[in-house]
C-alpha cells in the first residue's frame, strides 16, 4: 500500500503562485511514476501533469502548460506542483496519484493510489 497525502492548497489570486506538495509512504516512491489531477464542483476529475519516476518525462495538459510545473524528490517521497499565473477555472481539488508500472498517464484509471485532494481557489 503507498499512502499519499497533499498539501499546500489554500486561497490565492487571480496572478498569483502555490505550491502543491504530496508526501508518499508505504513503498518505495522512486518505484512510481506520478500524476496531479483537479476535479472542480460538479466536474470529472481531470489531468494536470505527470513525471516518470526519474524526474526525465514530465507532461502536462495544455490547460496548465507553462505555468504549472511537477517536479519531484525521490530523496524526500515527495511530489510538486508549482503553479504560477493562477486563473480562476484553476479553481478545484487538487489530488496527487501514483502509478506502479509503466510511465506517467494522463488517465485517472491509470494509477492506483490516490491521495485526498487539497483546495485550491482563485479570486478574480
Known amino acids: 500500500q503507498v499512502q499519499l497525502v497533499e498539501s499546500g492548497g489554500g486561497l490565492a489570486q487571480a496572478g498569483g503562485s502555490l505550491r502543491l506538495s504530496c508526501v508518499a509512504s508505504?513503498?518505495?516512491?522512486?518505484?512510481?511514476?506520478m500524476g496531479w489531477f483537479r476535479q472542480a464542483p460538479g466536474k470529472e476529475r481531470k489531468f494536470v501533469a505527470t513525471?516518470?519516476?526519474?524526474?526525465?518525462?514530465?507532461y502536462y495538459a495544455d490547460s496548465v502548460k507553462g505555468r504549472f510545473t511537477i517536479s519531484r524528490d525521490n530523496a524526500k517521497n515527495t511530489v510538486y506542483l508549482e503553479m504560477n499565473s493562477l486563473k480562476p477555472e484553476d479553481t478545484a481539488v487538487y489530488y496527487c496519484?501514483?502509478?506502479?508500472w509503466g510511465s506517467g498517464s494522463a488517465k485517472p484509471n491509470g494509477y492506483d493510489y490516490w491521495g485526498q485532494g487539497t483546495q485550491v481557489t482563485v479570486s478574480s
Open positions: 513525471i516518470s519516476r526519474s524526474a526525465g518525462d514530465t
Open positions: 496519484a501514483a502509478r506502479t
Open positions: 508505504g513503498r518505495t516512491f522512486s518505484n512510481y511514476a
